[in-house]
């Protein structure tokens, strides 16, 4: 375990060149055109004058493990993902147990465009302009029990059409979790679009979080389940390198990661270096929800 455990946060942490030598060469890149729009009920933006990352670059330069872990080659090989017809089960501490289908959920909640920072511990940034509702009106929609306190999520699991599922570089499925009170807090989304239009494949399609004040590794893609917990559930980073990759992964500048500082990020598609803010930016709006709680011990 430890050998693969250390293997997959060596690939994480990969400079491009060197995961471009493991996948043998570029790969070539569709030209990345928003299919269709969704229909926007309210536009917030929560990035101040920050300019918006070109979407060429947004779908372009992407985590999703389950393809690749080179940043550009998923535009590539999830262009196939089949997400329609996509079911999210709900199971765990509910009144009963739910399923919906996507379109469902997406004419269930008024849709909302939410422009935040956006955040890998990997310690590059940009700005995107995601479309979605929020997460705590999908919670209410589930009917927790009193004794529900956090909740998982589950990315899908086929490795027919996630080639990379047949590796080992991850345990599979990819899984996720939240506090309750993380999950109904205003600012947690969930993602159905970027830029208008519905998720490109490689961001997630069709329906991810995104959880603005938190690493993006937090914030899973491709969902189909999701489950109530009374106990805190595992997620996939921490499973595999528990001493780098927290339950909590808050965006912090003052907390580095074992193997190099989060103090500041590379914008894409900018030059030079920002400093990292606390809270990735969202210190006022969530820092209630940390009180008394030592954020060194609970990266
Ligand atoms: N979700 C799944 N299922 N698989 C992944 O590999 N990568 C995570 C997160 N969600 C990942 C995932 C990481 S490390 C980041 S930084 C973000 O997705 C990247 O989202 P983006 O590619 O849309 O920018």
Not at 229 to 237: A, E, R, T, V, Y
Not at 283 to 290: K, S
């Amino acid at each position: 375990i430890a050998g693969w455990a250390a293997l997959a946060a060596g690939v994480l942490a990969a400079p491009a060149g060197v995961s471009a030598f493991l996948r043998g060469g570029p790969a070539r890149r569709r030209p990345a055109v928003p299919p269709d729009r969704l229909a926007i009920a309210r536009r917030v933006n929560l990035a101040g004058d920050e300019k918006i990352t070109p979407f060429e670059e947004a779908s372009n330069y992407t985590n999703f493990y389950e393809f690749s872990t080179a940043k550009r080659d998923p535009t590539v090989l999830a262009r196939d993902l089949r997400t329609r017809p996509w079911t999210v089960t709900v199971d765990g501490l509910v009144k009963r147990p739910l399923a919906f289908e996507v379109d469902e959920l997406i004419r269930l909640f008024p849709i909302e465009e939410r422009v935040y920072r956006w955040r890998c511990v990997e310690a590059w940034s940009m700005v995107i302009p995601w479309v979605g509702f929020p997460l705590a009106d999908f919670v209410g929609k589930c009917d927790p029990l009193p004794a529900a306190r956090f909740v998982g999520f589950t990315t899908l699991y086929d490795p027919k059409q996630m080639p990379m599922q047949n590796d080992g570089v991850l345990p599979w499925p990819y899984v996720e979790g939240l506090r309750l009170d993380e999950a109904r807090h205003p600012l947690a989304l969930l993602a159905v679009g970027m830029y208008g239009a519905p998720l490109p494949p490689q961001n997630g399609a069709p329906l991810r979080l995104v959880i603005p004040w938190k690493y993006g590794f937090k914030s899973i893609k491709s969902i189909v389940k999701v489950t109530f917990h009374d106990k805190m559930p595992k997620s996939s980073w921490s499973k595999v390198q528990p001493g780098e990759y927290g339950f909590y992964a808050n965006v912090n500048p003052n907390v580095s990661h074992p193997r190099w500082s989060q103090a500041k990020e590379r914008r894409i598609g900018e030059g030079g270096k920002r400093p990292t803010l606390m809270f990735n930016g969202y210190r006022d709006e969530v820092q209630g929800l940390y009180a008394g709680l030592n954020l060194r011990k609970f990266y």
